[in-house]
C-alpha cells in the first residue's frame, strides 16, 4: 500500500519569456513513506531537469506537524523559457523506489511575449465594473476635465514638458506610477486569492457553492472597495484646475485601462521621438523592455476615445520654443497665461541643462492629513487591534475538524435555538489571507522604511493608517455579503478544520462578544468517517487532526472564560443533558429552547458514515418515521462501540505515522488506541446506559403528555364552570332590573 505524498509546485503564474530565459521552480515534497527515490520536474514543451532536493523549509514543517522529513522537504529546479509564449504546464513528477513513476502535481504559467497579450492583461484589469454610487461621490471632488497623464517611453523625452505643464496649472507632482501600481498589485493579488479558492478549494462544488456562505461574496464588489480607497487618497491632492501626473515607460502603459476604469474623464499624452527619416527612434530593446513601448502604446491606444489621448513629438519642446504647441493647448483648453508659464519653464529648463526633472517646489510631499503620526518602528507587522470590527454582534462559531460533530452542533443551534447562520460558511478562512497578503504587498511597495535606513525613502502617499482604513473596508464588505439575509446580531457559522480555528485571533478581534464552540473527536473514528466520507487518505486525516488541536490550544489561550465551550464528539450522545447545560451557560436560552435542543441531539443525526445498515433493521416496520428513528437509534448505539487501530486497514508505516502524529496528543485527551481486555465491559455498559437513557427520555415525554392532559382537562372544567357562573349571574341581575322597574311604575298607581 503507498502512503500519501503531499507536495507543491510553487511558479509565478506570468512570466515575460522575452526577458526570462530559464524559470526557476521551487516546491517542496514531503513523503512519509520515503517511496521517492528522485524527483525532476517536466514542461509541455517536452524540457525535463532533475531537482536539487533537501532544501530546508521551516514553514513546511509547520504545516505538517509530526512528520519525519517536512524540515527538508524543499527543492530547486530550472526549465528553459519556450520564446514562442502561450501556456506552459510544468509537471512535478517522482520516481519511487519501485521503479514506478508517478505525476506528483502541475502548474500552469502564463508565458507573455507580445503586445498583444499585454492588451489582454490591461483588459482584464480595465474591465472591472465600478458601481453607480462610488462614481458620484468620486466624480464629485474632481474637475469637469478630469486627471491628465502624461507618458512615453523614456523618462529624459518628456520630463520638461512635465515641469511645464504642473508649472502652467500650478499642480505638485503626485507618485502616481507606484500609487495606481499598487492599486494594480492589490487588485491581482485580491483575484488571485479569490481563484485560488474559489477554483482550488471549492472547484468540486460547482453550482452547490451557493449553498456556502462563500458563495455569496461578489469579488468585483471587494475589489471596488480597494478602488474607492486610492481613488480618494489620490483625489485629497493639492486641488488646481487640472491635475498632471507622470506614467513612464511600459510599466505606465500598463496601468492606463485601469486608471481609465476609475477615471473615464481621464485623458493622456504620450510624448514620442522621431528619428531623422521620419521613423521612431528607439533605444536597443533591452531583456526588460518587452513588449516593446510602441507595440503597447498601439494596443492601448484603441482603448482610448479620439479625444482622450494626444500623440506629440520631443521636438515640440526644444530649448528655442517662441510658443506653447497649438495640439497641446486645444488640448488642455490652456489660456494665455498658462500658454506664458509653458514656455517659460521650458526655457529655464533649458537653462538649467534639463537636470531637474521636477521642481523641488512641485515635489509631493504627502498630505498632512494622511501621514501617519505613529513611529515607524514595528510597522512591518500586521496588528489586528487596527481593525474596527462589529462590536454589536454576537456571533458563535462551531470549530473542529470535519467529522467531530461539527454538523450536529450546527444542527443544534439552528433547530433548536433557531439561530440563523451557514451550515457551511468557509468565508472567514479567505478573509483571513487575504487581509495578511494585501497588507503584505502594501509593506513590499509602499510600506514604511525602518528607523535609520537611507535606502528606502518613499512619500507617505498611502501611509499605514489609510491602508488598515481601505482593510477595514474590505472586511466589512466580506462580512456584510455573507450575512446579508441575516438579520439579527446572534447568527453562526459553521466552517470545519484547522483554516477557521486559525481564524481565531482575527475573529476575536473583529467581533469581541463572539462565542466559540469547538468539537473533538478520537482521531482514529474520525479517519476513518473522513475516508469514508471525502476518500481521504487516512495520513491526510491525521494531519488535519493534528492541526486542528494545536491551533485550538494556541487559540484557547486568547478566549476568556465564559467565551467558549469545548466537546468530545461522543459527549453529544452520550452526555447530552450535561452538553446543554453547558450550552445554556454559553448561549443563555429559555426551556422550550432547552427541550428542543435536548430532542435534536437525541433523535437527529445530521450525517450518517458508519456504515451500511443491516436489514434487519426494518423488517417490521415500513413507516418512514419509525425507520428514521431506529437509525439514529442504530448510529447513536454504533457511536459506543469504541474504533482502536486493530480495527483499522492501515498499513504498518500509516499505523506508525498516526501515533507519531496523534499518539501524544490524543493521549492528552484521554483517547485510546489499542483495544484492552477490559474494553468489551465498557462497551456493554455503555450501551446499557444509553438505552436506559433512551428509556429515560421516552418516560419524561410520556409523564408530559399524562401533564399536559391533566392540565388540559382542568382548564377546560374551569373554563365550563366560569361560563355557567357568569350566564346565572347575568338572568339574576336582569331580573332584579325587572323587578325594580315595575315596583316603581306600579307605586304611583297604588297611590304610593
Known amino acids: 500500500m503507498k502512503t500519501h505524498i503531499f507536495c507543491n509546485i510553487?511558479?509565478?503564474?506570468?512570466?515575460?519569456?522575452?526577458?526570462?530565459?530559464?524559470?526557476?521552480?521551487?516546491?517542496?515534497?514531503?513523503?512519509?513513506?520515503?517511496?521517492?527515490?528522485?524527483?525532476?520536474?517536466?514542461?509541455?514543451?517536452?524540457?525535463?531537469?532533475?531537482?536539487?532536493?533537501?532544501?530546508?523549509?521551516?514553514?513546511?514543517?509547520?504545516a505538517y506537524p509530526g512528520i519525519p522529513g517536512a524540515l527538508h522537504s524543499g527543492f530547486k529546479a530550472e526549465l528553459p523559457v519556450p520564446?514562442?509564449?502561450?501556456?506552459?504546464?510544468i509537471s512535478l513528477e517522482?520516481?519511487?523506489?519501485?521503479?514506478?513513476?508517478?505525476?506528483?502535481?502541475?502548474?500552469?504559467?502564463?508565458?507573455?511575449?507580445?503586445?498583444?497579450?499585454?492588451?489582454?492583461?490591461?483588459?482584464g484589469l480595465g474591465s472591472l465594473s465600478y458601481p453607480e454610487e462610488f462614481d458620484n461621490a468620486r466624480l464629485s471632488s474632481l474637475s469637469t476635465l478630469g486627471p491628465v497623464f502624461v507618458i512615453g517611453e523614456h523618462t529624459e523625452f518628456f520630463t520638461a514638458p512635465v515641469s511645464a505643464l504642473q508649472c502652467a496649472f500650478e499642480t505638485?507632482?503626485?507618485?502616481?506610477?507606484?500609487?495606481?501600481?499598487?492599486?494594480?498589485?492589490?487588485?491581482?493579488?485580491?483575484?488571485?486569492?479569490?481563484?485560488?479558492e474559489i477554483k482550488g478549494y471549492f472547484a468540486h462544488l460547482g453550482d452547490m457553492l451557493g449553498l456556502y456562505g462563500i458563495g455569496h461574496l461578489d469579488i468585483y464588489e471587494i475589489i471596488n472597495e480597494i478602488r474607492k480607497f486610492f481613488c480618494d487618497v489620490y483625489d485629497r491632492q493639492v486641488v488646481s484646475s487640472v491635475r498632471i501626473d507622470v506614467l513612464p515607460g511600459v510599466a505606465g502603459l500598463r496601468l492606463v485601462p485601469l486608471i481609465k476604469g476609475c477615471y473615464p474623464g481621464a485623458r493622456f499624452i504620450c510624448v514620442t521621438r522621431e528619428g531623422p527619416a521620419g521613423g521612431r527612434a528607439e533605444r536597443p530593446a533591452e531583456a526588460n523592455e518587452v513588449p516593446a513601448f510602441s507595440g503597447v502604446w498601439g494596443s492601448v491606444k484603441k482603448s482610448l476615445d479620439d479625444d482622450q489621448y494626444l500623440e506629440l513629438d520631443e521636438s515640440y519642446f526644444t530649448s528655442d520654443v517662441k510658443s506653447c504647441p497649438a495640439p497641446l493647448a486645444d488640448f488642455m483648453k490652456m489660456n494665455g497665461a498658462q500658454r506664458e508659464l509653458f514656455v517659460v519653464s521650458l526655457r529655464r529648463q533649458a537653462a538649467s541643462?534639463?537636470?531637474?526633472?521636477?521642481?523641488?517646489?512641485?515635489?509631493?510631499?504627502?498630505?498632512?492629513?494622511?501621514?501617519?503620526?505613529?513611529?515607524?518602528?514595528?510597522?512591518?507587522?500586521f496588528r489586528l487591534e487596527k481593525l474596527?470590527?462589529?462590536?454589536?454582534?454576537?456571533?458563535?462559531?462551531?470549530?473542529?475538524?470535519?467529522?467531530?460533530?461539527?454538523?450536529?452542533?450546527?444542527?443544534?443551534?439552528?433547530?433548536?435555538?433557531?439561530?440563523?447562520?451557514?451550515?457551511?460558511?468557509?468565508?472567514?478562512?479567505?478573509?483571513?489571507q487575504l487581509l495578511y497578503k494585501l497588507f503584505e504587498k502594501w509593506r513590499e511597495v509602499a510600506g514604511p522604511s525602518l528607523p535609520g535606513d537611507s535606502t528606502n525613502k518613499r512619500p507617505p502617499w498611502f501611509p499605514e493608517n489609510i491602508m488598515y482604513?481601505?482593510?477595514?473596508?474590505?472586511?466589512?464588505?466580506?462580512?456584510?455579503?455573507?450575512?446579508?439575509?441575516?438579520?439579527?446580531?446572534?447568527?453562526?457559522?459553521?466552517?470545519?478544520?484547522?483554516?477557521?480555528?486559525?481564524?481565531?485571533?482575527?475573529?476575536?478581534?473583529?467581533?469581541?462578544?463572539?462565542?466559540?464552540?469547538?468539537?473533538?473527536?478520537?482521531?482514529?473514528?474520525?479517519?476513518?468517517?473522513?475516508?469514508?466520507?471525502?476518500?481521504?487518505?487516512?495520513?491526510?486525516?491525521?494531519?488535519?487532526?493534528?492541526?486542528?488541536?494545536?491551533?485550538?490550544?494556541?487559540?484557547?489561550?486568547l478566549l476568556r472564560e465564559g467565551q467558549f465551550e469545548e466537546f468530545d464528539q461522543r459527549d453529544l450522545t452520550r452526555d447530552t443533558v450535561r452538553v446543554v447545560e453547558r450550552l445554556r451557560k454559553l448561549i443563555p436560552f429559555e426551556e422550550e429552547e432547552r427541550r428542543r435542543t435536548m430532542a435534536y441531539l437525541t433523535t437527529e443525526r445530521p450525517e450518517f458514515t458508519l456504515g451500511r445498515i443491516p436489514p434487519s433493521l426494518y423488517v417490521d416496520v415500513s413507516d418512514d418515521r419509525r425507520k428514521h428513528r431506529r437509525e439514529v437509534l442504530f448510529y447513536n448505539l454504533l457511536d459506543y462501540e469504541e474504533k482502536f487501530l486493530e480495527d483499522t486497514d492501515w498499513s504498518g508505516l500509516e499505523r506508525d505515522l498516526f501515533l507519531g502524529i496523534c499518539g501524544e496528543r490524543g493521549t492528552?485527551?484521554?483517547?485510546?488506541?489499542?483495544?484492552?481486555?477490559?474494553?468489551?465491559?465498557?462497551?456493554?455498559?455503555?450501551?446499557?446506559?444509553?438505552?436506559?437513557?433512551?428509556?429515560?427520555?421516552?418516560?419524561?415525554?410520556?409523564?408530559?403528555?399524562?401533564?399536559?392532559?391533566?392540565?388540559?382537562?382542568?382548564?377546560?372544567?374551569?373554563?365550563?364552570?366560569?361560563?355557567?357562573?357568569?350566564?346565572?349571574?347575568?338572568?339574576?341581575?336582569?331580573?332584579?332590573?325587572?323587578?325594580?322597574?315595575?315596583?316603581?311604575?306600579?307605586?304611583?298607581?297604588?297611590?304610593?
Open 83 to 89: 520564446p514562442a509564449g502561450g501556456n506552459m504546464e
Open 94 to 123: 517522482a520516481e519511487l523506489r519501485d521503479e514506478s513513476r508517478c505525476e506528483l502535481a502541475k502548474k500552469t504559467v502564463r508565458l507573455l511575449v507580445s503586445a498583444e497579450a499585454e492588451e489582454g492583461i490591461l483588459a
Open 353 to 381: 541643462s534639463g537636470a531637474e526633472v521636477v521642481s523641488p517646489d512641485n515635489l509631493y510631499g504627502g498630505d498632512e492629513r494622511l501621514a501617519s503620526r505613529e513611529s515607524p518602528r514595528d510597522r512591518y507587522e
Open 172 to 196: 505638485k507632482h503626485f507618485p502616481a506610477l507606484q500609487h495606481f501600481q499598487l492599486l494594480a498589485d492589490l487588485v491581482t493579488v485580491t483575484k488571485n486569492t479569490w481563484d485560488d
Open 469 to 557: 482604513d481601505m482593510l477595514d473596508a474590505v472586511v466589512k464588505k466580506i462580512v456584510l455579503q455573507s450575512k446579508k439575509d441575516i438579520q439579527n446580531y446572534v447568527w453562526m457559522d459553521k466552517t470545519p478544520d484547522d483554516r477557521m480555528v486559525h481564524c481565531v485571533d482575527l475573529l476575536l478581534h473583529l467581533f469581541p462578544h463572539g462565542r466559540f464552540i469547538f468539537l473533538r473527536r478520537n482521531p482514529v473514528p474520525l479517519a476513518l468517517s473522513r475516508r469514508r466520507k471525502f476518500q481521504e487518505p487516512p495520513i491526510v486525516s491525521f494531519v488535519v487532526w493534528a492541526k486542528c488541536i494545536d491551533a485550538w490550544e494556541k487559540a484557547r489561550t
Open 10 to 62: 510553487e511558479v509565478p503564474p506570468l512570466v515575460d519569456c522575452r526577458s526570462v530565459m530559464k524559470l526557476d521552480i521551487y516546491g517542496w515534497v514531503v513523503d512519509p513513506g520515503n517511496q521517492i527515490s528522485r524527483l525532476m520536474v517536466r514542461s509541455s514543451d517536452g524540457h525535463t531537469a532533475p531537482c536539487e532536493c533537501r532544501k530546508e523549509r521551516p514553514d513546511v514543517k509547520a
Open 668 to 752: 492528552k485527551y484521554g483517547y485510546s488506541f489499542h483495544r484492552g481486555p477490559e474494553m468489551k465491559q465498557y462497551f456493554i455498559a455503555d450501551v446499557a446506559a444509553r438505552i436506559e437513557s433512551l428509556q429515560y427520555t421516552a418516560e419524561e415525554k410520556i409523564k408530559d403528555i399524562a401533564h399536559l392532559t391533566e392540565q388540559f382537562e382542568s382548564c377546560r372544567k374551569t373554563s365550563n364552570m366560569y361560563r355557567r357562573l357568569y350566564e346565572r349571574r347575568t338572568a339574576a341581575y336582569w331580573m332584579r332590573r325587572i323587578k325594580a322597574r315595575l315596583r316603581r311604575v306600579a307605586g304611583p298607581a297604588n297611590g304610593g
Open 388 to 432: 474596527t470590527g462589529f462590536p454589536e454582534e454576537k456571533p458563535i462559531f462551531v470549530l473542529g475538524a470535519g467529522r467531530s460533530a461539527t454538523s450536529a452542533m450546527t444542527g443544534a443551534l439552528m433547530d433548536g435555538l433557531n439561530i440563523s447562520g451557514w451550515h457551511e460558511g468557509h468565508v472567514f478562512p479567505l478573509l483571513r
